[in-house]
Structures are given as structure tokens and as C-alpha cells.
């Protein structure tokens, strides 16, 4: 069951990977909205089995993930990764912040060139991203818009080498693609992601 947890948030912060990261909440979270959130996963899940094929709609809040976040998927992320936040911003777009440490990815990708900007990073630091979650029949994608070191601008493929370094996984070797394309779980057929909440339609 907490994998089913684990692919369905991951599917709502938009990336598998969002293992991949997002901004903070103007709120501590509270135990009581993870519990929530936890709840409505369940329901989720149960449905993805049972035969009604009636539209379902579950409302999910941006306090919600982020207390899930908190509680539940914390202790679950690769080493290297604390405090994971998320920011619904608006009509499909996320933003996604994460304390990360970057000594681990550095070490992994051996950066010998100062063009790399791989060569420059270190320590923990909070990385953020930014971008369009677009989902349609039961797949959903990612396009990123923008991502940040500290506040200082980084390229694309920079995030891509962090996000594959802490996604790696025996099915995934790899890491997740920051571009491809997933299928969203439990039947899930999209997300409609508005400002501050996001609406599962199974």
C-alpha cells in the first residue's frame, strides 16, 4: 500500500521524481492533513479496482502534499534529500524545493572541467524547479520551465543529472527522465491542477 502511496504522489508533485523537489508552504504542516491525504490515497486505490466506472473527482490541497510530505514520504527519500515542498501555483504549473545534498551528485558525475557547472556546486542546498504538469488519459508530462541552485539559475541538464543521481533504482538504473512521459497510477485518467489544489479524475 505505501507504494501505491509513494506512485501516487509522486504522479500529483510531478515527478517521479519529484523525487524531485518544490517551494515551501506558508504553514507548518499538520499531522491531521497527512492523515487526510493518507485517507484519500486509500480511497483512490480502492476505486482503481472497483467496477463503477462512474467519473470520480478527490480534491487534494496544497497543505495536504506538503504535510504528506512531511510525514509520511520524508522518511522514504534517498539520503541526501530533506525538507521536500510544493507549490500548486496555478492552472497546471508546480514549483518544487528540496534541501539537497550536492557533495553525493558531484562526486558521482566527476566534473574535471570549470565549464561544468557541476564543477561549482557543493554542500546542502535547497534546489528548486518550476514547471507545467500536463496530464491526458491516464499519462501524464512534465516541461520544465525553470530551476534554481540557492536562487542562481541552473540549466536543465543540471537538474537532470540531480534528479537521475537520487531517482536511481534497480528498475530504473538510470534515474527518472525530467522529459518522459509516465503513466499516472491507479487509474488515474488526470490531474487538474489549479492554485493551491489539485483535482485526481479517476
Do not use: W
Request: a neutral charge; aromatic letters at 4%; glycine letters at 4%.
Amino acid at each position: 500500500m505505501l507504494q501505491q502511496h509513494l506512485r501516487i504522489a509522486a504522479a500529483l508533485t510531478a515527478s517521479a521524481a519529484l523525487a524531485v523537489v518544490a517551494a515551501a508552504a506558508d504553514q507548518a504542516p499538520l499531522r491531521r492533513d497527512a492523515d487526510q491525504l493518507k485517507q484519500k490515497f486509500e480511497a483512490i486505490q480502492n476505486r482503481s479496482v472497483a467496477a463503477d466506472a462512474r467519473p470520480v473527482k478527490t480534491a487534494i490541497s496544497e497543505r495536504e502534499v506538503n504535510a504528506y510530505l512531511a510525514y509520511e514520504l520524508a522518511p522514504n527519500l534517498p539520503a541526501g534529500v530533506v525538507e521536500p515542498s510544493v507549490t500548486i501555483l496555478g492552472p497546471n504549473r508546480l514549483s518544487g524545493r528540496a534541501l539537497v545534498d550536492l557533495d553525493r551528485v558531484k562526486a558521482s558525475a566527476k566534473p574535471t572541467s570549470r565549464l561544468d557547472p557541476m564543477y561549482y556546486l557543493s554542500g546542502r542546498l535547497p534546489v528548486a524547479a518550476t514547471g507545467t504538469l500536463k496530464t491526458h488519459q491516464g499519462v501524464g508530462e512534465f516541461q520544465l520551465e525553470s530551476a534554481d541552485v540557492s536562487g542562481v539559475p541552473i540549466p536543465k541538464f543540471v537538474l537532470q543529472r540531480i534528479v537521475s543521481y537520487y531517482s536511481q533504482s534497480a528498475e530504473q538504473p538510470s534515474g527518472i527522465s525530467i522529459d518522459r512521459a509516465f503513466e499516472l497510477p491507479a487509474n488515474i485518467k488526470e490531474i487538474q491542477v489549479d492554485r493551491g489544489q489539485a483535482i485526481v479524475v479517476q
